[in-house]
């Protein structure tokens, strides 16, 4: 059995897509499937952590030893980590929040009607920057999931969420990022700190990226 280097921590992971409503029947949404946030709570909970894993809607079972909290809309989302924030020594923000959602949810299915149609969208509440915001204790972990310009937008995320690392995905490449077993990142941190890991699978990952945030992070002593 592994060290329980995370014993007595509580640890919060979101994970999954959310789900934003237009009708009663339909919803915007991105590709998520939940696998690397899973991996995330699964090697928090094998490390000893109290794990709390606030999920949008996916078909992953829950890992054992993790309590699940589910919920569907980014603005769900936020309130569902809001309340285990203050608590919470880590929070790792592996879903795929949604950035915008319709202004108005129509309370009957829309209709087809003749010429095209538009659905106005307004932006959702960054959830980790609010949590970058309000941080006192907590170490911030945010992804960010990149199409290009990798390492420039995740720095820029490091900065402007105050987040203390975030990992970042090419989702453009093959096997890397959404729906994949696999996934290759780039973990950026304060003082320029930069480490790549391979292609692996995303539970290994998961534990290696958790070992290493521990260690460098001294998180066993605090
Ligand atoms: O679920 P899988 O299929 O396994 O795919 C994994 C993944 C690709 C979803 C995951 O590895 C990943 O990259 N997650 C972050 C996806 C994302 O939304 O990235 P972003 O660059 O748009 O956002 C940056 C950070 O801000 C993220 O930590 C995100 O959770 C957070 N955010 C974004 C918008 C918002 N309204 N609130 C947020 O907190």
Request: charged share 30%.
């Amino acid at each position: 059995a592994r060290p329980k280097i995370l014993a007595g921590k509580k640890v919060v992971v979101t994970a999954g897509p959310t789900r934003e409503r237009i009708d009663p029947v339909r919803f915007l949404t991105n590709f998520s499937s939940g696998k690397m946030g899973y991996a995330m709570a699964q090697a928090a909970a094998e490390m000893g952590a109290e794990t709390i894993l606030i999920s949008g809607p996916v078909s992953l079972p829950v890992p054992s030893g993790v309590r699940r909290i589910s919920v569907e809309s980014a603005e769900d989302m936020l309130n569902a980590v809001k309340a285990e924030y203050a608590s919470a020594d880590v929070v790792i923000k592996t879903a795929a929040v949604a950035d915008y959602r319709p202004i108005t949810v129509e309370a009957q299915k829309m209709k087809k009607k003749e010429g095209g149609a538009a659905i106005e969208l307004e932006r959702t509440v960054d959830i980790l920057q609010t949590l970058g915001q309000e941080k006192s204790h907590q170490l911030l972990i945010g992804f960010a999931a990149e199409t290009n310009d990798v390492a420039h937008y995740a720095k820029g995320k490091l900065v402007r969420k105050n987040a203390d690392y975030i990992i970042a995905n090419d989702v453009s490449e093959a096997q890397a990022g959404f729906e994949s077993d696999t996934n290759r990142v780039t973990v950026y941190g304060k003082d320029d700190f930069e480490y790549s890991f391979e292609m692996m699978p995303k539970d290994e990952l998961a534990r290696r990226l958790l070992q290493m945030i521990v260690e460098r992070e001294a998180l066993h002593d605090r």
